[in-house]
């Protein structure tokens, strides 16, 4: 049974920097299509970024390209998000999600099975 568990949010200043982990267990890493989400208060659920199996990403987010990295380490069965210049916009619960039945990356929620709890990400001066 996957299990997915998302760390490395908090509060941050405008152009500060965090990065998500989300560790798997219970399955081998390499099978899964991983991808970072993101919800605003009163907003719906968006794809972020994606990473396949061979490694290869996509991010879906325009105004995240240049300053969010999606990666992998299967070794260590974890998935990162590395966010760099954040901004107020940038605010939202982030969540990792998993698929081991597409092989193509997916912005979209209703493609995974799997998710984790979520981190909350504040960009706040």
């Known amino acids: 049974q996957l299990q997915l568990v998302e760390s490395g949010g908090g509060l941050v200043q405008p152009g500060g920097s965090l990065r998500l982990s989300c560790v798997a267990s219970?399955?081998?890493?390499?099978?899964?299509?991983i991808a970072w989400f993101r919800q605003a208060p009163g907003k719906e659920r968006e794809g972020v970024s994606c990473?396949?199996?061979?490694?290869?990403?996509?991010n879906y987010v325009d105004s995240t390209e240049g300053r969010f990295t999606i990666s992998r380490d299967n070794a260590k069965r974890t998935v990162y998000l590395q966010m760099n210049s954040l901004k107020p916009e940038d605010t939202g619960v982030y969540y990792c999600a998993a698929e081991s039945s597409i092989y193509y990356c997916s912005q979209y929620p209703a493609d995974f099975r799997s998710w984790g709890q979520g981190t909350q990400v504040t960009v706040s001066s």
């Open positions: 990473i396949r199996a061979s490694g290869a990403s996509t």
């Open positions: 219970g399955v081998t890493l390499e099978l899964y299509v």
